[in-house]
């Protein structure tokens, strides 16, 4: 039996993450239900049970070690898992079990991940070493291409692929006829000193003032957004309420169905978006949120550093305005990331075991 391990900020009740992983484990069963899936994971018990695969504790080494001898791919990603701006125990965590799944004779996936920022010399250079000898490379955008390169990987060897939340479909897109009434989700999440957050409650009343507004708040990371999303209905004089975290696809999915337009900082909540063919206004606090924003290519950028209350009125009747070409627009996108990424894990993992 051939035996797989899954690498990535799994279980630690993040949404985006989650999604990303239920993404991955699809992708692999869909064609063979035979090959053994062990994903590394902060909560094993609840990865196990929920994705009805083998888990282990991301931090025991010893059993990590021994899984690996008798594993034959490991696969790192997706998400930002090379970066040290958030912590410094990042990358040398994750490269490292790369280079132990290396040592094993274990054929290596670098998968969809958004790669940077990285500013620390010795961390570039590991990675360069680690990558230079993994078998299959792919990054979820250009800036993630470019980092590699700039640090001595072959523009050859990385392939661009799109984010792995886009593969999950939801069954029912709800036809939206106008934004009269509007049902607007919202994500935030603590960043810097949150000036964003005031500014972001402005412009949300602004909107009740004159029409008739209800907005969800949604909790992409359990137990680090809810304070800040409290924070905002603090702030907004708005019908308003705060959703249980779940990270099951399928409800965030029928969540989103139910909104006109959303607002939201973390990508993947975006994503989510997207992926409803619902309009989107992103406040970027990392380049992988601007890529998005730029890709979709109806909102000027609008950052946790620039946003002013102009930004997102210029925004919002920018959406109101053109919706219907928008929604398009977005449907367009959208239908071609999900279509070639449906079984692209599968192809990776078939060529590398020679079929």
């Known amino acids: 039996m051939y035996k797989i391990m899954l690498s990535g900020y799994f279980g630690f009740n993040n949404l985006g993450d989650e999604a990303i992983l239920t993404s991955m484990v699809d992708m692999i069963k869909r064609a063979d239900q035979e090959e053994e899936i062990i994903i590394l994971s902060q909560n094993p018990e609840m990865t196990a049970k929920k994705h009805k695969t083998d888990s282990i504790y991301r931090y025991n080494l010893f059993n990590i070690l021994s899984r690996m001898k008798s594993s034959n791919i490991f696969i790192s990603g997706g998400g930002s898992l090379l970066q040290d701006k958030t912590s410094f125990k990042t990358v040398p965590y994750y490269l490292g079990l790369i280079f132990l799944a290396q040592l094993f004779k274990m054929k290596t996936i670098f998968f969809a991940q958004g790669v940077g920022p990285v500013k620390n010399k010795f961390y570039r250079y590991l990675i360069k070493k680690v990558l230079k000898n993994v078998d299959h490379i792919s990054v979820r955008d250009e800036n993630s291409k470019k980092f590699l390169i700039s640090i001595g990987i072959n523009e050859k060897n990385i392939e661009v692929i799109e984010d792995p939340v886009y593969a999950i479909k939801p069954d029912i897109i709800k036809k939206r006829k106008n934004l009269d009434t509007k049902n607007i989700g919202v994500s935030v999440r603590d960043w810097g000193s949150n000036h964003y957050l005031k500014i972001l ?66 990508l993947h909540s975006l994503i989510f978006a997207a992926v409803n063919h619902i309009p989107f206004i992103g406040i970027s ?71």
């Open 201 to 266: 409650a402005e412009f949300l009343n602004s909107l009740n003032k004159n029409e008739d507004l209800s907005v969800t708040i949604i909790p992409f990371h359990e137990g680090k957004d809810i304070k800040i999303s409290r924070k905002l209905l603090g702030l907004l004089e708005t019908k308003v309420k705060i959703i249980e975290y779940t990270d099951n696809a399928k409800q965030i999915n029928d969540l989103y169905s139910s909104f006109d337009m959303f607002i939201g900082l973390r």
């Open 285 to 355: 606090y990392d380049p992988k949120v601007n890529s998005l924003i730029k890709e979709m290519g109806y909102q000027k950028e609008i950052t946790t550093e620039n946003i002013s209350l102009a930004k997102l009125k210029e925004s919002y009747y920018r959406i109101k305005d053109d919706k219907d070409e928008i929604i398009q627009q977005i449907k367009d996108k959208v239908n071609d990331k999900s279509n070639g990424l449906s079984d692209l894990l599968r192809q990776i993992i078939k060529e590398l075991k020679g079929e």
